[in-house]
């Protein structure tokens, strides 16, 4: 299984991005689907999960801000990252585990930084 994240970069106070997850060796709409962020020193938190039934939970930091999705054409889950805010400046990893499994898939992290 290989997960890969795309689509961070830097961007104004209240700009938007994309990231985007896409796997290998797991079909990602068959598994919940997360998206991480990690502060410099700082443990990873998470931002926002999609379930298997579609349903989605987000943290209270970026909620009405952010929104994950999935593309089952591309095989991808996505975070529409709208709003930005320089306290949302992290590495993102997107990340899944198979249901009733025990190994967690991360991606590669994707740099976000978001200037005042």
């Known amino acids: 299984v290989q997960l890969q994240a795309f689509g961070g970069g830097s961007v104004q106070a209240g700009g938007s991005l994309r990231l985007s997850c896409t796997g290998a060796?797991?079909?990602?709409?068959?598994?919940?689907g997360d998206w991480y962020r990690q502060f410099p020193g700082r443990q990873r938190e998470l931002v926002a999960t999609i379930r298997r039934d579609s349903s989605t939970r987000y943290a209270d930091s970026v909620l009405g801000r952010f929104t994950i999705s999935r593309d089952n054409a591309k095989n991808a889950v996505d975070l529409q990252m709208d709003g930005l805010k320089p306290a949302d400046t992290a590495i993102y990893y997107c990340?899944?585990?198979?249901?009733?499994?025990?190994?967690?898939?991360w991606g590669q992290g994707t740099k976000v930084t978001v200037s005042s």
């Open positions: 060796g797991i079909t990602l709409s068959d598994v919940n």
């Open positions: 990340h899944t585990r198979r249901p009733g499994g025990s190994i967690d898939y």
